[in-house]
């Protein structure tokens, strides 16, 4: 049977603010509920039972826009969720200029409107005699939130442009029924069978043509992925054995770690790498207690205490195939904000009894790792929660225009293109504790552990994103990839002011000047450029009010080798992170002073997406 299908873009719908912080710069909102809106296609019911709502995209860190504009984002989701036969969310506020502006705004109570973004996937007819005929919408996605100065038009669908309009099967329950117990039109039950006419030339000549042209087409990618692992991982023979030999990917890749003496599968790169623990289990969740029962492996007391830490741990170390050194804290608990009130707050001190009973305001470790990262605030694209390696195609040529004479033929041409590869490189950095902090409770204790963490591995990726040599297991950072820019310096640590605009004029024409442009520079660096005239004797410097350097924002970092300066579009810098943190006490190296070492260990890895959006001056 065929069911009728309409067009459906992305819609939107009002939304009502309910509780504000200002301290924590978030609000809380109800962001759909069932109330029926008129659409195009008929009077619209949003269905909030459970598996019609997909949450995903919102739960991972969804935007917070102005407008709907993607271009301006003030803000990100923290948690979404469905009660009450509501859709509710805690939306959090950047520290931008813009975003806090719009942020006071609310506050005073002069932006009151909040709309909602929302793409549908299935519709189902419901009718009663007597009523209105509705759609219940069973299947259907949140995609943002927005503040508006005027509410979204409930009445047609929006932000067409901004992504395509999908075709929307509409179910009609009554007379799917009906259908299923009558026959045919002219024919009894016994004769509804019919044989199919047989498809003509054309139709077989047309199906042989695309199942070739698929065939050539996957066999192309085939060679072409199994060309680029052997030669990331020097395995160029073993490469062309499995061309030959036409084996898959996957069985090459197998290969591959077989002779690097590693057997584990590499994982699918789609797979969720969350655990599936409930908002209440991330809640609970303790860096503190987990540290302080490691630290600790014979206190009977602390391991009663940390019993549910280590269960999580386990069963991250299950669902990531990966032993870790010490214990993993999944990716539920890096990814998603600790708010709310606390479930441990009476029983036993086996049951966490002990614990203070308070409300956890902080935030996720990921968010605390960006925010002390100097390459998350030029810009870079950071990848999480990645599971297995990551290929990404890139052009790196394009088809070519002729001029022809009347009735002639253009010269054919043809675009080229790779694969920018990242696997994942295991960082490690370490901080020492004293054994009486981890025997704390205090959930300042837990924000500023969890931060003090972030702290130390930010500061390491940031110096391999950069600088990383791509050997020994390092990422290769900007500064040794093939192919960017460089402007050497005529007098070293000096440069003039031609010498610093010549930095952009080389990104400009190799056509990458776009996207987040920035300096990056080291801290003595600065102090050069701002007593660096542009001309003698203009009292016009280098180094300008607002930090920036013509025009263009400038971060300084301790990371950045003595004497360099960077310029690019940071955007082409690919910062990816796989899987949950690894954390391993160590107890003995600080035993005569009563501090135990915590070392934490990350997989990452970095990979510039075209070389020539940067320019290294030295």
């Not at 003030?74 to 009450?84: F, K, L, P, R, T």
């Not at 990917?249 to 790169?269: C, S, T, W």
């Not at 669902?319 to 990716?331: C, D, E, L, T």
């Amino acid at each position: 049977m065929q069911h009728r299908k309409v067009s459906v873009g992305v819609l939107h719908r009002t939304a009502q603010i309910r509780e504000i912080d200002s301290e924590q710069r978030t609000v809380d909102l109800s962001f759909s509920s069932e109330e029926p809106v008129d659409r195009f296609f008929g009077q619209e019911i949003l269905d909030h039972s459970d598996g019609s709502v997909r949450l995903g995209r919102l739960n991972g860190s969804g935007p917070l826009l102005m407008d709907h504009d993607p271009s301006q984002q003030i803000g990100v989701v923290e948690s979404a969720s469905v009660s009450d036969r509501k859709g509710r969310a805690t939306v959090r506020f950047s520290q931008s200029d813009r975003a806090q502006e719009i942020f006071q705004d609310v506050i005073d109570g002069i932006r009151k409107s909040v709309s909602v973004g929302y793409r549908i996937y299935r519709l189902i007819r419901e009718e009663a005699e007597g009523q209105e005929e509705t759609m219940r919408v069973t299947d259907w996605e949140p995609l943002e939130v927005s503040l508006v100065s005027v509410p979204a038009d409930t009445t047609v669908g929006v932000g067409r442009e901004a992504e395509q309009a999908n075709d929307v099967e509409i179910i009609n329950p009554k007379r799917e029924q009906e259908e299923a117990t009558m026959p045919p039109e002219n024919q009894t039950p016994e004769t509804t069978r019919q044989t199919p006419p047989a498809p003509d030339e054309s139709q077989i000549r047309e199906a042989a043509d695309k199942a070739r042209s698929e065939a050539q087409k996957a066999e192309r990618e085939r060679v072409q992925q199994i060309n680029v692992l052997g030669s990331k991982f020097e395995q160029g023979d073993l490469a062309r054995q499995f061309v030959e030999n036409g084996q898959s990917v996957d069985e090459f890749r197998q290969a591959v770690l077989d002779k690097m003496g590693d057997a584990a599968p590499i994982r699918p790169a789609n797979e969720d790498p969350d655990i599936g623990m409930s908002g209440r289990e991330v809640e609970r969740y303790s860096f503190v207690r987990l540290l302080n029962a490691l630290a600790n492996p014979n206190d009977r007391k602390a391991q009663e205490a940390a019993q549910f830490e280590f269960e999580a741990s386990q069963a991250a170390a299950d669902h990531y195939r990966k032993q870790p050194q010490g214990a993993i804290v999944p990716s539920d608990v890096m990814r998603r904000s600790l708010q709310g009130q606390r479930d441990l707050t009476v029983g036993t001190a086996s049951a966490g009894g002990d614990l203070v009973s308070t409300d956890l305001l902080a935030q996720s470790f990921i968010e605390l790792l960006r925010n002390r990262m100097v390459l998350s605030t030029l810009g870079v694209t950071t990848l999480m929660d990645l599971i297995g390696d990551l290929a990404i195609p890139r052009q790196t040529g394009g088809a070519t225009a002729y001029w022809v004479a009347e009735s002639g033929a253009p010269t054919e041409s043809t675009q080229a293109f790779d694969q920018v590869t990242m696997s994942p490189k295991t960082v490690g950095a370490f901080t020492d504790y004293s054994r009486k902090l981890l025997k704390q409770s205090s959930i300042d204790i837990e924000s500023f552990v969890r931060g003090d963490l972030a702290r130390v591995l930010a500061l390491e990726i940031d110096r391999a994103g950069v600088e990383g040599s791509g050997l020994s297991n390092q990422p290769e950072g900007v500064k040794n990839v093939t192919g960017i820019n460089s402007v050497p310096f005529t007098t070293a640590g000096s440069p003039t002011w031609a010498e610093i605009v010549d930095l952009e004029s080389k990104v400009a024409a190799d056509n990458a000047d776009i996207g987040t442009l920035a300096y990056l520079i080291e801290p003595t660096m600065r102090g050069t450029l701002k007593t660096t005239e542009r001309a003698s004797g203009t009292a016009q410097y280098v180094w300008e009010p607002g930090n920036t350097v013509n025009g263009y924002r400038t971060e300084v970092s301790n990371q950045v080798t003595t004497n360099d300066v960077y310029f690019g579009n940071w955007a082409d810098l690919l910062v990816g992170m796989w899987g949950g943190l690894d954390l391993m006490a160590d107890p003995y190296t600080n035993s005569t002073s009563g501090a135990v070492r915590i070392v934490a260990l990350q997989d990452v890895d970095a990979a510039v997406r075209h070389p020539e959006s940067f320019c290294l001056g030295s």
